[in-house]
């Protein structure tokens, strides 16, 4: 493939995740002239919870699935290596714009909050989320994650070389900060609709589920000091007393 429309492609991907990123931001916290999570329900309880779990298990099949290595391995065969991770990364911004336009309201608050204060605390943690989210990307490496480094590194003639295991900031205190961010963003609802109900479990489930399917990819690729660190430092709940290793220069990699 050509280097400049390999850069250029991988590009495009990246910014077409940015406009999902922020659609994502107004669909789930119901921001703006646009169609969110809740709304008026048009169509029968049951036929919205069918559509909607099938979104839901469109997106957590494709994102699962395209991040395992032996995937990975076979899709390379049709994909060249430096576009790898920008076309996983455009498949899944496309599997979320679908979700968006799809999604079906459901209607019925299961609870709503009146105070005006509690409200505006609640919307903290929800921007707080997402606040958390990018910060625990670029904790990663963000440009390598979603792509970036890969086609600027094949661009410049360079070959891509993996991110080293290492444990900076945030993940000294929990492994998994970027999922920690999306918790909040799902469950982080002063009104909590039926249908947000079924995204903010369905997702949460995902989440736990995809967690150790990682983990095991993530020992496979770094050995006995990812178990160390594992057997020291929580998934979800952050630890008080930060992890301490010999290694404090590189990042706890997640792999999707």
């Given amino acids: 493939m050509n280097r400049i429309v390999a850069f250029l492609y991988g590009t495009l991907c990246y910014l077409l995740f940015l406009a999902t990123f922020l659609y994502g931001v107004a669909f789930i916290g119901n921001f703006g002239p646009i169609k969110t999570i809740d709304g008026t329900a048009m169509m029968p ?11 839901l298990g469109l997106f957590a099949v494709q ?5 395992r290595p032996a995937f990975k391995r076979w899709w390379t065969r049709l994909v060249p290596k430096p576009v790898e991770r920008s076309t996983y990364v455009l498949f899944s911004s496309l599997a979320l714009l679908l979700l968006f336009y799809a999604w079906q309201p459901m209607g019925m608050a299961v609870w709503e909050i009146e105070d005006s204060m509690l409200r505006g605390a609640i919307y903290g943690l929800y921007a707080g989320g997402w606040l958390l989210i990018l910060v625990a990307t670029f904790l990663i490496n963000h440009f390598d994650l979603f792509g970036m480094r890969q086609v600027w590194l094949y661009l410049k003639g360079r070959p891509y070389t993996p991110l080293k295991f290492s444990v900076p900031s945030l993940y000294r205190y929990v492994r998994h900060p970027l999922y920690v961010g999306w918790l909040l963003t799902f469950w982080a609802a002063p009104t909590m609709t039926a249908a ?4 903010a479990i369905a997702s949460t489930a995902y989440i736990l589920i995809a967690i150790r399917w990682e983990e095991r990819d993530l020992i496979d690729a770094h050995g006995p000091a990812y178990e160390a660190y594992r057997a020291q430092v929580p998934m979800l709940v952050p630890n008080l007393q930060p992890y ?3 290694d404090r220069g590189a990042r706890a990699l997640e792999v999707a």
């Fill in 244 to 246: 301490a290793s010999g």
């Fill in 45 to 55: 309880f049951g036929q919205a919870l069918l559509i909607n779990t099938l979104l």
């Fill in 196 to 199: 947000h109900l079924v995204f």
């Fill in 63 to 67: 994102h699962s699935v395209m991040a």
